[in-house]
């Protein structure tokens, strides 16, 4: 591009200020008429035919191209939390005398019933387990053991299994491929908690809901009938 004419009367006139007592009159005007030659026709000669961009003389220098703005960081998504496991034999205490593996995450009850996966806790043993402690917000009824020992719940369900196959003090329902069984044992085992339980000042509770499946142990709660 074509340089202003004040840009190059400028440029000259800052050549003879540096060159001030180096160059002859000759010198002088030889590299004045090269600034003007090289301003005024060989410059815009070589955008105009071959689209060369020559340095400007005298201007201000190019202005790098600034880099792209950086894109836009994605919010960070939290890592996905995995879910605790669901507790074992081991994680329960010592079940040995009350609990036999089978193999393949089974485990037989002294009374028989069989302990397996399932139920959204993972397994069957943690969701009897559940039943040893309250859930005050649960919306309705919790049905909650007194004794939270392991051991002590599965016997317990294995004595509520024996009185319902007996029949005694037992209510039976059928329902598809299980068996409800709600249970008079006759004393108080636990209590009713959730919401609604402890709206009633947590009322005790003195049988056992137990369903079954077969031989395979469903759930079982404390209940009031």
Not at 54 to 59: A, E, K, N, S, Y
Not at 60 to 80: E, H, I, K, L, S
Not at 126 to 143: F, I, K, N, S, Y
Not at 171 to 192: A, H, K, N, P, S
């Amino acid at each position: 591009m074509a340089q202003d004419p004040t840009q190059i009367i400028r440029l000259i006139q800052q050549l003879m200020r540096a060159t001030r007592g180096r160059l002859g009159v000759r010198g002088l005007i030889g590299l004045v008429i090269a600034v003007v030659l090289y301003a005024a026709v060989i410059q815009p000669l070589a955008e105009k035919h071959w689209g060369l961009t020559l340095p400007t003389l005298g201007g201000d220098p190019p202005v790098a191209n600034a880099p792209a703005d950086p894109p836009p960081r994605r919010p960070q998504t939290p890592p996905q939390q995995e879910r605790p496991a669901a507790p074992s034999v081991a994680d329960a205490g010592d079940l040995t005398d009350v609990l036999t593996e089978e193999g393949r995450g089974s485990y037989r009850s002294a009374g028989g019933l069989r302990y397996t996966r399932g139920s959204q806790h993972g397994t069957r043993l943690a969701h009897l387990l559940a039943h040893t402690r309250d859930d005050p917000d649960r919306v309705g009824q919790h049905g909650v053991f007194d004794d939270d020992d392991p051991a002590t719940v599965v016997r317990l369900v294995d004595e509520a299994y024996a009185q319902a196959l007996s029949g005694r003090n037992t209510r039976t329902q059928r329902e598809d491929d299980r068996t409800v069984y709600t249970v008079d044992l006759g004393r108080r085992i636990g209590y009713i908690g959730g919401q609604s339980g402890n709206r009633r000042n947590k009322p005790r509770a003195e049988h056992l809901k137990l369903v079954v499946e077969g031989d395979r142990f469903i759930t079982a709660f404390p209940f009031r009938p």
